[in-house]
């Protein structure tokens, strides 16, 4: 990471909290797409507070998590203590070599330098391991999710996924799916994102506003104990060459 990107990624810390409440779990499918077959020994990379961390836990497969933020990882700390979690980068990870037969990265490549990390990331792999990525898409095909997006910003990672050498062929496939949430957890989803927390703490409050106005006022939401957010979850991954 360049040093501006460093500092969006580690102001994650600043909102641990709201991410925690407000970000969703993963598609049990995607898991069962990303990794192989198996019991693998897989590194959340960029586990934030161990929202994949957790799932992967629940395999029965053996997990650690590295992240940049020391707020997200308290986070993690206190969710799941029994879990080994280090502060590092893609960049830089601090596990020895061919300790890893997975590496799992959430919400995160686009904060990373594929040049740099992808090195270090083969570095900790095992000789056959596997590169994984995911992300959770809201699906903005639906009108109150258009419309939230008015107000957030639009999601933007639908786009061509290349890891290049030593990773073979990248393979991909995207996942449909529901989250639940109560209409609080949706006001920490918004706030958990890097665009808010970097903002001023009026503009902030300016988004955060508009975002409880919608939810007063769409028919899909108006007077909900729950709102049912739709997803597309993107995944890619590739393995080692032999």
């Not at 083969?122 to 009108?143: F, K, M, Q, S």
């Not at 890097?194 to 939401?221: C, F, G, K, N, Y």
Request: net charge neutral; aromatic share 6%; charged share 25%.
């Amino acid at each position: 990471m360049d040093q501006d990107t460093t500092s969006a990624a580690s102001s994650f810390g600043a909102a641990a909290a709201a991410y925690e409440r407000g970000r969703p779990p993963y598609p049990e499918t995607a898991l069962d797409f990303l990794l192989p077959p198996g019991r693998p020994r897989v590194l959340d990379l960029g586990a934030g507070t161990g929202k994949l961390t957790r799932q992967i836990r629940d395999r029965g497969l053996d997990v650690l998590a590295v992240d940049p933020s020391e707020g997200m990882l308290g986070e993690l700390r206190r969710a799941i203590p029994e879990i080994s979690a280090q502060i590092g980068t893609a960049e830089h990870i601090p596990l020895p070599d061919a300790s890893v037969d997975v590496v799992l990265v959430a919400q995160a490549w686009h904060w990373i330098d594929p040049a740099r990390a992808i090195p270090e990331i083969a570095r900790v792999l095992t000789p056959t391991g596997r590169l994984g990525l995911i992300w959770n898409l809201r699906d903005e095909r639906t009108d109150w999710v258009h419309r939230l997006g008015n107000i957030i910003g639009r999601e933007d990672r639908h786009r061509d996924i290349t890891m290049g050498p030593p990773f073979g062929p990248v393979t991909t496939s995207t996942f449909g799916w529901t989250h639940n949430m109560r209409p609080a957890e949706l006001l920490d989803l918004v706030a958990s994102r890097s665009r808010l927390i970097l903002m001023p703490a009026d503009e902030r409050a300016a988004v955060l506003a508009q975002v409880r106005q919608l939810s007063a006022t769409h028919p899909a939401l108006l007077g909900r104990d729950a709102y049912a957010l739709p997803y597309r979850t993107q995944c890619a991954y590739a393995d080692l060459k032999p």
